[in-house]
């Protein structure tokens, strides 16, 4: 679990945070429907275009390419035409940034680094100074690999 600023982050809202960042609201999503209603209770107002319907993690029933084509060009354009409605997902200042792994390794080979705070067995924190910042951090603790060394 990511949390900034003790609220849980998903890709969606860092994605979201980052673009904020520079002012760039988010107007328009496409996917799944549980990614449409989760990303529309982190974000609230867009415009979107559900592609799929999900009925589990091995079925769905999904519009054709064509439809889905069709339908994303009529939204983004709706999107474009209310671009004054949406406001960018800022997160300004400070990110106070907290991990919490699955397995303990990572808290306890991350500890090494004077910048990191070991909160628990499983979970670092870190101060960053704005979310460019915080997200360049998870970029390195995703990417690592201590075996290649």
Known sequence: EIRVNDRVASETYLSACVAGHFGVPIIFISGDDVFVQETREILGDFESVITKQSFGTLSANTLTPSKS??????????????????????????VN?????????????????????????????????????????????????????
Do not use: W
């Open 69 to 94: 084509r069709k339908l994303i060009q009529q939204k983004v354009a709706a999107a474009i035409e209310r671009i004054d409605d949406f406001s960018p997902c800022a997160v300004n200042g400070p």
């Open 97 to 149: 940034l907290q991990i919490d792994f699955k397995h303990r390794l990572p808290a306890e080979l991350l500890n090494y680094l004077p910048i990191i705070e070991r909160t628990s067995a499983y979970g670092i924190e870190y101060q960053a100074a704005d979310i460019l910042a915080a997200t360049s951090f998870l970029e390195f603790v995703t990417h690592y690999q201590p075996t290649l060394m």
